[in-house]
Structure formats: structure tokens, C-alpha cells
């Protein structure tokens, strides 16, 4: 094989180097050993161990070789019995496994260094940088990739045995037993590159991050919530309106500003809205995108909140959407707008794609269809990058040229 094809070629770390003899070149004067390498699962590092203790009353060549194969024999055994290597364990916090009481941790044992502990600490360590419902997704992606490793017969060993190529055969098995779309398997890549990062910089494991040059997997499925019709939001307007105004409300406040309805909008208090500059902010801690930002708006709007709803007339520490159907000290459960809108769009026989979130896309392409700008159309979705909002018209909304629609040419 040509010196360029072996460098090129990827070759998997030893974890041992089995007992051999070192006979000086035969040389009785000096010092003969038989000598062995085990990687330390902690460090990741190679430690060698010699032993010459014996050799040197032996005074031929035929005793020392006998000798030595002895010890080759021994030590062998030793290290496959496991009497020899780094076999102590340690207790660790499971944060991946269900203990069936409301809670992910409870007490284990593993080898040092072993990846099961790695994986633990990571989903520990996040809980300080991002948000339960983060935290959620990241322990069920992680307890999926930990019960493949445990299949494998991995989930016991450095961390250093997590190659390029386990990583793909994880991604694929997911990818044939679930039948992931391509999202989905693209956010599993994502929190496992995270977490080999998190090895790297923060548990200084010298690991090289074997999540790279991934191949594309999973089914391309579009489930994001479509635009509703005019005359199903006529239809789905007056049945909310007369059986839910609370929910109501909160339609036309996704439809007119584009919030989120998840925190930004659940969370939203009185005091964040600006009567007189006719504006709402949304902070930082619960915007989607870490940023505090300042809303229009509209005048529809902004009619229905001071001479319909009244909320100026509401104590402004009070959260916009309270738990007894008006402006209150607690705010909704997170998924109960969702469940309630459902509801109703079933009752009314409506598709299933349309949603509740459907609200901000709607709002979205009325605007495009009034003749608003891209560059409008950002700042009121709030995206960073304009190429955000082109890709969000291309996908959500379409090209729409009034020359085509009204100006193309007969046919005949």
C-alpha cells in the first residue's frame, strides 16, 4: 500500500498494546522487560507498564525467553480477565433514565471516563444555559443515542471509541426506526456536535468531533402550519369570538404583530404594551431569538385593545392572558391556547394543517398580498437576516407578480 493512501486512510484508536518482550537485542548486559499499554479511559492517554523484576538472574538466552513468554501468558490473561486495567467504577448522576417519580436523576455506576457519565454531565451542565422545554429535547435525544451505544456494547467505553462512523450508524438506525424527516435527524446532529464540543472545551477530552460531513437522512416532510383561507378565518372568527374571546384575543394579537404564541406571547404583560405609542415590547428573556424588540401596532388592532378589550383599564403587572379567561396574576399553561383552537377547528371540520401558529402566517401573507416590502416583512417578523424572511416568502407565500397574475398572454 503507497505512503499516500495509509496517511489518508482513518485508523481506530488502540486501547491496548499487548504484552511483548524487550530483549535488548539479545544483549545479556542490559535490561530485558516485557512491557504492555492500556489507555487510560479517563485521560484518553496511552500508559505504558514495564516490567524487568526476574530477568536479571536468569544468564541465557533460552531462560529469559522462557521467562518472558510466562509473563506474556500471565499478563494477557490479567488484562482480558480484567484483573489488569482501569476497572475501578465510580458513581455518577443518571439524568437520562425515567426513575418513574417525576425525576431523571438518580444514582449509578460506570467506568471513568466512560461516555454514559459524559452524556450526564452535558444534559447537568445545559440546565444553566437554556430552557426546560431545551433541556426536554435534549434528554430524549441523548437517552436515544445512549440506548444505541448500550446496544452496541459502547456506552461502557471512552470516549475516544465514538468515531465518525458510529455517528452515522446511529443517525441511520434512528432514521430507519422512527422514519425521522430530515429536521429531525438534522437536530439530533446538531446536540450530539454540541455535546462533543462540551467534551472538548469544557472536559478537555482530546476528541476530534466525530459529527462532521454527515450525509443528508430522513424523509423531506413539511409539517410547519400553512396560511389560513379568508373564508375559513371568516368561519373560525365568528365561532371563537362568540365561544372563546379570550382565545380570540389572542388570534388577532399573532395575527396583526407576529408574536410568538409560545413565550412571548403567554408571557406577555399589560405593562409591555404602549398605549400611546401604539407599540409592544418583547424582552429579551422571552423573546424566540434572545433579543429585546419593539412591535407596531396596527391600527385594527390597537382599536380592539383600547375601545373592545380595554386592557389599558387592567392592573399593568397583570399577564395578558390570565387563567380566568381576562388579564391576570398567572399566566396560561403552555400548550392550553393550542388545545382550545383545536378544539374548534375540529368542530368546524377544518384541515388539520391548520394550526394555531397559522394565525402569524396568515397576517404575514395578507401583508405581502397588500404590497409590503421584504424589507417591511422582516422588521415586522423580526427576522436577523433579510435571506430569512426571502426563504420564509418563497416557502410560506410564493412568488407573487401581478404581471403574471393579471397581464399573461393568451394562449391563442
Not at 481506530?12 to 539479545?26: D, F, Q, S, T, V
Not at 378544539?343 to 388539520?352: G, S
Request: one cysteine or more.
Amino acid at each position: 500500500m503507497s505512503q499516500q493512501k495509509t496517511k489518508g486512510m482513518a485508523r481506530r484508536k488502540l486501547e491496548i498494546a499487548w504484552p511483548h518482550l524487550y530483549n535488548a537485542g539479545g544483549d545479556l548486559s542490559k535490561t530485558w522487560f516485557v512491557e504492555y499499554s492500556i489507555r487510560n479511559p479517563v485521560t484518553g492517554k496511552m500508559e505504558r507498564f514495564k516490567h524487568s523484576d526476574g530477568f536479571k538472574k536468569l544468564k541465557t538466552v533460552k531462560e529469559r525467553m522462557e521467562y518472558a513468554q510466562k509473563l506474556i501468558e500471565d499478563f494477557t490473561q490479567k488484562i482480558k480477565s480484567g484483573e489488569i486495567g482501569f476497572n475501578e467504577v465510580v458513581e455518577y448522576d443518571d439524568l437520562l433514565s425515567y426513575n418513574g417519580f417525576s425525576s431523571f436523576s438518580r444514582r449509578k455506576e460506570a467506568m471513568p471516563g466512560s461516555i454514559t457519565i459524559y452524556l450526564s454531565d452535558f444534559i447537568e451542565y445545559k440546565q444553566s444555559e437554556v430552557s426546560e422545554r431545551t433541556i426536554q429535547t435534549y434528554r430524549s435525544k441523548m437517552r436515544m443515542f445512549n440506548s444505541y451505544l448500550q446496544e452496541k456494547k459502547l456506552h461502557d467505553k471512552p470516549v475516544f471509541n465514538i468515531t465518525n462512523n458510529v455517528i452515522i450508524d446511529f443517525l441511520k438506525s434512528v432514521t430507519k426506526e422512527k422514519g425521522l424527516s430530515r429536521l429531525s435527524i438534522e437536530k439530533y446532529q446538531q446536540i450530539l456536535y454540541t455535546f462533543f464540543v462540551y467534551l472538548s472545551k469544557v472536559k478537555n477530552v482530546k476528541i476530534e468531533n466525530p459529527v462532521m460531513n454527515i450525509p443528508r437522512m430522513g424523509k423531506v416532510v413539511d409539517n410547519a402550519p400553512v396560511a389560513i383561507p379568508s373564508s375559513m378565518r371568516i368561519a373560525l372568527k365568528n365561532e371563537i369570538e362568540k365561544e372563546d374571546p379570550q382565545l380570540w384575543m389572542s388570534c388577532c394579537f399573532i395575527y396583526y404583530t407576529a408574536i410568538r404564541p409560545g413565550k412571548e406571547l403567554r408571557l406577555l404583560k399589560i405593562k409591555n404594551i404602549n398605549f400611546t405609542s401604539q407599540t409592544i415590547t418583547v424582552f429579551n428573556e422571552l423573546s424566540k431569538n434572545r433579543r429585546t424588540e419593539t412591535i407596531d401596532i396596527p391600527d385594527n388592532l390597537q382599536k380592539l385593545i383600547t375601545e373592545v378589550w380595554k386592557l389599558q383599564d387592567y392592573n399593568y403587572e397583570f399577564y395578558l392572558f390570565g387563567r380566568d379567561g381576562c388579564p391576570g396574576t398567572q399566566p396560561l399553561g403552555k400548550n392550553t391556547m393550542r388545545i382550545r383552537f383545536n378544539k374548534i377547528r375540529d368542530k368546524l371540520k377544518l384541515p388539520k394543517d391548520i394550526k394555531y401558529y397559522s394565525w402569524k402566517h396568515s397576517g404575514a401573507q395578507e401583508l405581502a398580498d397588500a404590497g409590503a416590502n421584504t424589507y417591511e416583512l422582516q422588521r415586522h417578523l423580526r427576522h436577523r437576516e433579510l435571506a430569512t424572511t426571502e426563504s420564509y416568502l418563497r416557502k410560506r407565500i410564493g412568488q407573487r407578480s401581478n404581471m403574471i397574475k393579471h397581464n399573461f398572454p393568451s394562449i391563442g
